[in-house]
């Protein structure tokens, strides 16, 4: 990249502003800002050459992420939608849990229903018969253990540490009465 192209692409990044919602300068706008400023005389076709050869929207991406990241206020507002994504995506995989969960029990309850005729009618059942009811309330089962556990892995990071508590319990003033026995005379 030579200097005209380098002073190109610096006004071009600086012409993305929060204020401007990170929108740069068209082709032709710069080129008229680059002529105009810094007595640089380029059409705006070259200039799209130039951004598609030295990938400047790639390095728009970069300093957008960078600006929006050193923004306290966007920071915090992007921390927040992250948690309340993580926390409906939680709520949405407990939903959808309890409906494979009802589906699934109320197949079993039709199985057993029909294994109880089977027993009372043949005194017996059938391997297969057996082991697909203990699938079913094995995979309900585990299933509900998985997501309890992603909720305990997702929450964890708001566990304090044994450091954490011995730090707080040292940080504590406590007032110790000392109990004083008294002798009484009878």
Partial sequence: MNDDQRTAL????GSATYDNEFRPLSMEALAKVLKDDHEIA???SALGRWKKKYAWDDTL???ISTALLKNE?????LD????????????DDFRANEAIKNKSYS??????DYYEKQMQLH???SEKDIKMVTELLKLTSDREDKLLDRQAMLSAAKLL????????IGSQDIDVEEAIEVEVDE
């Fill in 10 to 13: 610096k006004v071009w990044l």
């Fill in 161 to 168: 540490n044994s450091a954490d508590v011995l730090a707080s």
């Fill in 42 to 44: 380029t059409s705006s």
């Fill in 107 to 112: 197949l079993v309850d039709r199985q057993l």
């Fill in 61 to 63: 991406e970069v300093q």
């Fill in 73 to 77: 206020e966007v920071r915090e507002m």
């Fill in 123 to 125: 005194h017996s059942l």
């Fill in 80 to 91: 927040k939608s992250v948690v309340a994504e993580g926390a409906e995506k939680i709520f």
